[in-house]
């Protein structure tokens, strides 16, 4: 990376900083750089070295350039996947505006590959101050999952007792709302919630209410988990059900077209073994990203052929 990419991404970092209201201490720690290379990223007139000990010096490392890059949004290299007005994006982006100005809680359900995860990222760029998501895992117990919101909104305690942590959490979150911040917690693949989390998503709506949206994403897997520990009377889940029960926000189904991803692609062969092969956004994207830039390195034309090749397809498909 030369000085002029790195100078560049700097200048975007101030940029950023000044429109968000956003310190560099928030920017070290959502964007995994050390706050003693960001001091130095930023000084006027930078030559992005470090004070290596001994009198010594080195260069900052090009990955923390890129770390700042990714956060921030600032483009360094070609995209080959841009931003579509797709019917789900629109419909997410509206309930989350919607959610984090009147703290309204909401779950957002579709199907896989339609752009759930990715337009909740896009949003928390546009809010990096009080917007905060946490992926839940497949493994993860409610532990794991208050120990991921802690870390999320820079929360330090010493005490492992969940209700501690809970109390901490919504203390935390109620202080932002007072210093005049409008906090957002969206838990993506809320799927994967095991009945204590879910108990905790009432704790958290009941001392939240006004004051800090909450947001599940999921599948429709979710809401069939949620209904079915509600018919076998579950401690928790019916009271859950009842406040969530409004809030459910059902997304469109993918356009298996592909209509606004595949506009610009003329050979309608290769339109249809598209939509053909794969059936959301999602797929399309792990197919056209890697193909186009192995297009645009052997300076080739777009074919089916190249996409076999590529993704070392079978020629059943």
């Known amino acids: 990376m030369d000085i002029t990419i790195k100078q560049q991404i700097a200048q975007a970092v101030k940029e950023f ?7 560099q201490s928030d920017i070290a720690r959502k964007s995994g750089v050390r706050q003693e290379y960001l001091t130095n990223i930023l000084k006027k007139d930078s030559d992005f070295t470090y004070d290596a000990g001994k009198n010594g010096t080195g260069f900052i490392p090009v990955r923390h350039f890129n770390k700042l890059a990714e956060f921030i949004g600032f483009q360094i290299q070609k995209q080959y996947w841009q931003l579509q007005p797709t019917e789900q994006t629109a419909n997410i982006l509206a309930t989350l505006k919607d959610a984090k100005e009147y703290g309204y809680t909401n779950v957002i359900i579709g199907e896989t590959g339609c752009g759930k995860s990715f337009t909740c990222k896009l949003f928390a760029k546009k809010n990096p101050i009080d917007v905060f998501i946490i992926t839940i895992g497949s ?19 010493t005490s492992r007792t969940k209700s501690k942590k809970i109390r901490e959490i919504i203390k935390k979150l109620r202080y932002l709302k ?8 969206i838990f993506d693949e ?8 879910l108990c905790s998503m009432k704790e958290l709506y009941d001392n939240l209410v006004n004051h800090c ?14 209904e079915v520990m509600k018919k076998r009377n579950k401690p928790g889940i019916p009271q859950l059900y009842r406040r969530i029960k409004f809030g459910i926000r059902q997304l469109p189904s993918v356009d298996r077209s592909f209509a606004l991803f595949l506009q610009d692609i003329e050979d309608i062969k290769v339109r249809n073994f598209l939509t053909k092969v794969c059936e959301n956004y999602g797929e399309l994207h792990d197919v056209l990203v890697p193909v186009l830039r192995e297009a645009d390195r052997l300076n ?12 070392n397809l079978p020629e059943s498909l």
């Open 17 to 23: 900083m000044d429109t968000h209201g956003i310190k």
């Open 139 to 157: 493994s993860d117990n409610i532990g794991d999952m208050l120990d991921k919101v802690m870390d999320a909104i820079n929360l330090r305690i």
């Open 178 to 185: 007072d210093t005049g911040h409008s906090p957002m917690i």
């Open 190 to 197: 809320a799927e994967y919630m095991k009945q204590p989390a």
């Open 213 to 226: 949206s909450i947001i599940l994403v999921g599948t429709d897997q979710l809401v069939r988990n949620i």
């Open 300 to 311: 080739e034309q777009l074919t089916i052929e190249l996409i076999r090749k590529a993704l």
